[in-house]
């Protein structure tokens, strides 16, 4: 059973930088789409990134681009999403979520494996 942790989410002022984790357990992520969600109060949860572990291509969400970057470190079996120029409307919960997948990445894939989330807050 694959197991999902995030970390690294706390209360950032706007324009600073903070980086998640999402570390995996149970099973490698060896042909894995690894994505980063959120969710503000209120609001639909928002896919922001992907990442793919046999290929290594990436998904951006517009919102993000430019700004947020997705990596995955096959030693630590972790998805890392540095996130860069903060903005107040990037505070939400930030979930990563996993499924097998041996293609690119695209965005809207049905994910079977989450985490409990982190809380990014941007405020001054």
């Known amino acids: 059973q694959l197991q999902l942790v995030e970390s690294g989410g706390g209360l950032v002022q706007p324009g600073g930088s903070l980086r998640l984790s999402c570390a995996a357990s149970g099973r490698t992520l060896d042909y894995y789409a690894i994505g980063w969600f959120r969710q503000a109060p209120g609001k639909e949860r928002e896919q922001v990134s992907c990442?793919?572990?046999?290929?290594?291509?990436?998904y951006y969400a517009d919102s993000v681009k430019g700004r947020f970057t997705i990596t995955f470190d096959n030693a630590k079996n972790t998805v890392f999403l540095q996130m860069n120029s903060l903005k107040p409307e990037d505070t939400a919960v930030y979930y990563c979520?996993?499924?097998?997948?041996?293609?690119?990445?695209?965005?809207?894939?049905?994910?079977?494996?989450w985490g409990q989330g982190t809380q990014v807050t941007v405020s001054s």
């Open positions: 990442i793919s572990s046999r290929d290594g291509s990436t």
């Open positions: 979520a996993a499924t097998k997948w041996w293609g690119m990445v695209v965005p809207g894939l049905e994910y079977d494996s």
